[in-house]
């Protein structure tokens, strides 16, 4: 029997097929394994099925040595040597499909909630109650509908924003490392332009792009500069993706109007001064945690695993880093 050895232990409802037809070792206790208890028994299994922030670098592959398959928990695999595991014979395999819809969601609520200070307001009702200055001039927001959406990478995610967008009433365009056909391209009714093209008609431009070493810092400095005075940034995508520190001068010197960001360049946990800003609304990398997203991504990697083995089900594979 195949044995398949899971990093944490959580959402056990979407592994049930899988413990039917092979041995899963999951941690006891309520701790996820750590790396160094991974290292001890990663030679006696078949498949190893990560989280998304532990590492799976090239040291624990070739102590795997009957590893087949690596079933990331996790849309993004840069936790994964997916190069070296590639070059190895092995197989890796993410979980793109129940993330899109959730991800897209944060990113609209982020966009909406920036826009009209929805977060601002309840929290300046909570600490100053009847302090609070309630004019008809004094919490004005900006317009949303018929407002232009730049989308950078419009693959599922921005996709699926893009549908939200147009449903708002905005004009979508985007930039992507291929235009998209013409059939698609129609069907989202979106516009490609160049990326500074993007920057200087958008009024909200969103992140949609996965992290490579191209995408890193694909907002800077200079893009910035390039954005409208009235713009705002989302970032649901990956925090590195910005660089915070350009991103805070931005918006401390009004360069930009404001921020939307569900994750963040240096981990867990925004940079202090952003905690600071009225015009930044901050949420902990959110974008898939409902129930019902995280027991589906748990589905998907019971169903890589199963497809891969069994060869009766379509398998999420990562051809390349």
């Given at each position: 029997m195949k044995k398949i050895l899971v990093t944490y232990d959580m959402f056990r409802e979407g592994f049930v097929e899988l413990e039917h037809k092979y041995d899963v070792t999951f941690p006891s206790g309520d701790k996820d394994f750590t790396y160094e208890e991974i290292m001890d028994i990663i030679h006696d299994y078949d498949a190893l099925c990560p989280m998304f922030d532990f590492p799976v670098d090239k040291v624990l592959i070739d102590?795997?040595?009957?590893?087949?398959?690596i079933a990331n928990y996790a849309v993004g695999y840069n936790n994964i040597d997916v190069a070296y595991a590639l070059g190895k014979g092995l197989t890796v395999a993410n979980t793109p499909g129940p993330t899109t819809d959730p991800?897209?969601?944060?990113?609209?609520?982020l966009l909406l909630d920036t826009a009209r200070r929805v977060t601002e307001c309840d929290r300046k009702l909570r600490i100053l109650d009847t302090k609070m200055k309630v004019g008809v001039?004094?919490?004005?927001?900006?317009?949303v509908t018929g407002a232009t959406l730049g989308i950078i990478g419009m693959g599922r995610i921005?996709?699926?924003?893009?549908?939200?967008?147009?449903?708002?009433?905005?004009?979508?365009i985007y930039h992507?490392?291929?235009?998209?056909?013409l059939n698609e391209e129609t069907k989202t009714?979106?516009?490609?332009?160049?990326?500074?093209?993007?920057?200087?008609?958008?009024?909200?431009?969103?992140?949609?792009?996965?992290?490579?070493a191209d995408t890193h810092h694909v907002i800077g400095k200079e893009e910035l500069k390039k954005m409208k005075q009235t713009a705002i940034l989302i970032n649901t995508s990956r925090g590195p993706l910005v660089d915070e520190k350009a991103l805070m001068e931005a918006l401390q010197t009004g360069e930009i109007h404001g921020a939307g960001l569900d994750v963040f360049e240096f981990g867990d946990h925004p940079s202090p001064e952003l905690l600071e800003m009225d015009n930044v609304v901050l949420t902990p990398h959110i974008g898939t945690q409902t129930t019902y997203s995280r027991i589906e991504i748990a589905k998907t990697?019971?169903?890589?695993?199963?497809?891969?083995?069994?060869?009766d089900r379509p398998v999420s594979r990562v051809l390349h880093p």
């Open positions: 102590k795997g040595t009957k590893l087949q398959l991800t897209a969601n944060i990113a609209l609520a001039l004094e919490n004005l927001g900006m317009q921005g996709k699926a924003l893009c549908k939200r967008a147009r449903a708002c009433g905005m004009d979508v992507n490392r291929r235009q998209l056909d009714g979106a516009m490609y332009v160049t990326m500074d093209e993007l920057l200087e008609q958008s009024d909200f431009v969103s992140i949609n792009a996965p992290y490579t990697v019971s169903n890589n695993v199963i497809g891969f083995f069994e060869n």
